[in-house]
Structures are given as C-alpha cells and as structure tokens.
C-alpha cells in the first residue's frame, strides 16, 4: 500500500528489507482511530553500504515537544549516505494524535513515557506503545530520545542518563548539553524500556516547549553528529562543546507547600549556593507569604515560568553537581 507521494505503508520495521546506501521514508500504521481510519507514524530510515550499530532517534514523544523534531529532519538532510556505516533510524513524531491536538498527553490523558513498554492488548494508548517498542524500537542498538520541558516551565539543554553504563556515558558526553544527570532511568520510559531491551539510550531535554529554538537544535544536531563520528558511523571530527557540560550525580524539584503568585529568581543554568532564596510566593494581594531556600549547592537545570501556583506547584529544578 502507498500513499503520500509513493512513501510506502508498513506494520513493522524490519531494516534488513531497506536496500543499502538508501534513506528510505516510510509511514507506519500504529493503530486505526474510532472512524477506522489508520494513524500513521513517520519514520525515515538511512542504511549505510557499510556494517554498523543502528541508532535510532526520537521525538514528540510528548505532542508539545517540537525542538528535537528539526533535529531529526535537519539529520537527514545533512546526511552523506554514501558515507554511512550502519543504519539510522529517525521518527519525527512519535505521539501523533497529541501533536495534532497541541497537547503533551496522549488522547485518553495517558503520559505515553509512563506507560512503556505497554501491552499488546490493553487500552489504545497501551497499545500503541506496545506497538511503538516491538514494532520500531527493537530493531535499535543506540537510542537518542528528543524531548523538552512541560507547559510553564523551561529546561536548560540536558541529558538524563545512566552514568555507570560505559555506552551510555559515553554517548552522553558526546552531546553538546549543559548538564548531564546521572539518572538510572525509570519503570515505565522508554529510555528505561530500551535498557531492558539491552538497548543503550539516552534522554536529551533540548529547552522548551511549543516552539522552536535555533540554537537548542544546532546543539542537538552537533551533538548527534558527534556520536556517529565517535562511534564511526561516518568520517568526522566530535566538535567538543565551547564548556564541558556539568556532571550531577543527583536532581529533584522544589515544590510550593501553599498556594499564590510564585516568582522563580535564578536563571536556568545558574549556581545557587545553600540558603539561598531561589523564589519568593505572594497572595493575591501581594503580601508576602514565604521566601523558598536552596537545601543545597546546585545548579538550575530548569524552573516553572507559569506565576499561578497551587499548592505542591513546581518551583525549581536543582542538579547536584559531583
């Protein structure tokens, strides 16, 4: 079956059936909507001539996720197949249905990286997960997964990852990110899913949501060029980041205990030093209510910009640097 300009319709990724030295588009048919019409999920594939791992990358896996969906495309533009050793794998938009609906949860309020790997016969957003990872995902050795800060709050550009794994850190650092976060990854991401599969993945939050940001996608782009130069994929030189990023062995966020107008004071990025005030609340007539400190030196990685918070709101989002 074809449609879109002869771009061909499959159930499965099976990579060996790409011909080589080819980047190949495809649409994979994930699941079929209540008027049994099929939702189609984008996927490009560039095999090289030359053997080598399979590096697949992500986006959209929340729908207000946009930055790391140029990343994917500006890749495959730039791509020198005749240069390629091993396979690319790219899907611009992983969680369709919430993009076109410019919401970050799945239809059903699912968070889709809550829920990995799904099941083959649950509820529709279970399934297509399901579908997502036995269909698509296992055909990866490498794992770049795209994805940005949630509404009412901004990140710096940093890495979540698995420290302790050599293939992981070593991908890491290979990233043009701020800070990278050794985190082992949770039950239910698709990072932590991948791991499982013995997958090695990554998860890089490239700034903010609902919009494009030009440098937040060179340095996606810079660093996904670096792994493959790196893990010799294609002929290159790893272009190191102009300050090396900052390495965490810990994070979590500040929460507000009670309600008001909050005002996060440090910029993402910035040094705060314990007992430092980091953010100020107000009540609706201004009147101070509580000034919140820093437990400890840290580093912001990201902070909420929405001033409406309700009790348990997020404040602030403290790395703790090694």
Known sequence: MLIDQQIAVISDLD???????????FWFHIVT???????????IVARGEGDGPVLGLTAALHGNELNGILVIQRLFQKIDISQLSGTIVGIPVVNVPSLLRKKRRFPDGTDLNHIMPGK????????YAW??????????????????????????YYIRADMEDPTVCRMAWLQ????????????????????????????LEVGDPNMIQKGMVRDG????????????????????????????????????????IVTVHPQVTERVKKGQVVATLRNIFGDLIKEYIAPEDGIVIGKSVHPVAQSGARILHLGIPE
């Not at 990872?133 to 710096?156: M, P």
């Open 15 to 25: 990579i060996t059936q790409v011909p080589k030295g080819t980047i190949s588009r």
């Open 33 to 43: 909507d209540g008027m049994g019409m099929p939702v189609y999920i984008p996927v």
């Open 120 to 127: 083959p016969e649950g509820n529709v957003s279970q399934v």
């Open 131 to 156: 579908r997502l990872v036995h269909q698509i995902v296992k055909e990866f050795d490498l794992l770049i997964d795209l994805h940005t800060a949630s509404f009412g709050r901004i990140n710096s």
């Open 176 to 203: 043009q990110a701020q800070i990278i976060v050794h985190n082992p990854p949770n039950d239910g991401t698709l990072r932590g899913t991948a791991g499982e599969m013995k997958i090695a993945a990554i998860t």
């Open 221 to 260: 782009l810079t660093g996904v060029f670096n792994l493959l130069y790196d893990f010799n994929m294609l002929p290159g030189k790893v272009d190191p980041p102009a300050e090396p990023a900052v390495l965490c062995h810990n994070s979590y966020w500040l929460y507000t205990d009670t309600g008001g």
